[in-house]
């Protein structure tokens, strides 16, 4: 039997497209309407978003370990989580969690080693395109990366904030970064991570100047290859 999956929810959207990657793509691989178990559990956004503006990521990490405990209890035999700006606490969640994680910038950095990417565009919330998060996986895997300037950042946040996450997905915003994109490209990125869960579903393959690392479906689909296999 595949393993019990996990998944540590922290913003609506971006939730929901991993989990449906994982019931959708696990027929693809185990027959028709087939797909390993799993179970999902988050608090409120406004709940992380208090601990991340506050800079409290002690907080950040109390939420997601309480998301797990509970996830274990149900039955999980691993975890994901399919937030990139929370993985900024990993390190302080992963010693003390029930069971073991995926960590969402290893797949990312997995996937653009196996298609020889060299140098990777960052998108996301400020506090990803800021933080550690990718540049500590990216630099372990010999990949170099650039993100946007500071008025780019602001304005990536603000749509993520104030329309991703609400389901608001507007052609000025595409337009917005596809531009973007198409600087990083300028600047001799090979391809482009789409850091925030939910720009995947703004931002495609075809409309992007760019390949594209989708961080929500790659770790989804990191998440079956394991259910599946172990």
């Known amino acids: 039997m595949p393993q019990h999956i996990g998944i540590v ?13 994982v019931c959708l793509e ?12 799993v179970s999902m559990h988050t608090h409120s956004l406004a709940e992380y978003m208090r601990c991340v503006d506050a800079n409290d990521w002690a907080g950040v990490a109390e939420l997601m370990l309480s998301s797990a405990e509970k ?10 989580c399919p937030d990139n700006t929370i993985h900024q606490v990993f390190d302080l969640v992963e010693h003390r969690s029930p069971r073991p994680w995926l960590h969402i910038a290893q797949e990312v950095a997995n996937e653009a080693r196996h298609c020889h990417y060299k140098r990777l565009g960052v998108l996301g919330t400020r506090y990803l395109m800021e933080g550690p998060v990718y540049p500590e996986k990216l630099k372990a895997a010999g990949l170099e990366y650039r993100i946007p300037g500071p008025k780019e950042r602001e304005k990536i946040n603000q749509i993520i904030f104030d329309e991703l996450v609400n389901a608001q997905f507007t052609p000025r915003s595409l337009a917005y970064f596809t531009e973007v994109i198409r600087g990083l490209a300028q600047e001799g990125c090979d391809a482009v991570v789409l850091g925030c869960t939910e720009i995947p579903l703004l931002v495609t393959p075809d409309t992007s100047p760019l390949p594209t690392l989708d961080s929500t479906r790659l770790l989804a689909r990191a998440a079956l290859k394991k259910a599946i296999s172990s």
Request: with cysteine.
């Open 9 to 21: 929810a922290c913003s609506a959207e971006g939730a929901a497209l991993c989990y449906r990657t």
């Open 26 to 37: 696990g027929a693809e691989l185990l027959g028709r309407h087939e797909h390993p178990e």
């Open 71 to 80: 996830l274990a209890k149900a039955g999980a035999d691993f975890l994901i």
